[in-house]
């Protein structure tokens, strides 16, 4: 197939490779940047392509393109929340004047508040140990251990407030 013909080709299927990107994406822009990278892709790899079935290579560019992107959001979204729920965790504690002291047992105080079965392994997540390590420890799951310390964390982050 001759470059003319291979760009003829494209321009004929321009309208149906539109459409099909907004069947994926549903969103104009998200679409047309799809099918801009899907045509980009296509003539940087013309050599590679199946030129007897042009339009099934394309769609199949433009659907890998959409799954590859959507894996890459997932994965952005999941960083995001580890990052989030791991800073929840982490207390500045600083003791430059006497009111941080005071705010630091502030803190134990409300940590020794918890449950039992939130502050053992909470603190020990504190201390620095692993989940795996904790729920050997505790003979619990190690599922478990993880709920119980988002649990403490969470109500910990709610009761101290004022010291975020």
């Known amino acids: 197939m ?8 494209i321009v004929n299927l321009e309208e ?24 980009l892709k296509a003539f940087v790899n013309k050599t590679k392509l199946n030129h007897n079935n042009l339009k099934a290579w394309l769609y199949t560019i433009m659907k890998n393109l959409f799954i590859n992107a959507y894996r890459k959001k997932i994965k952005q979204r999941e960083w995001i929340a580890q ?9 500045n504690v ?14 134990l105080k409300k940590l020794e508040c918890l449950d039992d079965y939130l502050k053992g392994p909470f603190k020990m997540f504190l ?27 969470k109500i910990l982050t709610e009761q101290l407030v004022d010291y975020a």
């Open 83 to 91: 990052e989030t729920n791991s800073n929840l965790g982490k207390v």
């Open 127 to 153: 201390e620095g140990f692993k989940y795996k390590e904790i729920a050997e420890h505790s003979k619990l799951p190690i599922g478990t251990i993880k709920s119980r310390i988002f649990q403490g964390r």
């Open 16 to 39: 149906q490779l539109k459409v099909y990107a907004y069947k994926l994406t549903s969103n104009r822009e998200d679409s047309l940047d799809l099918f801009q990278e899907t045509v």
């Open 94 to 107: 600083s003791f430059e004047n006497p009111h941080s002291q005071h705010n630091y047992k502030d803190i």
């Open 2 to 9: 001759t470059t003319i013909e291979f760009n003829n080709t």
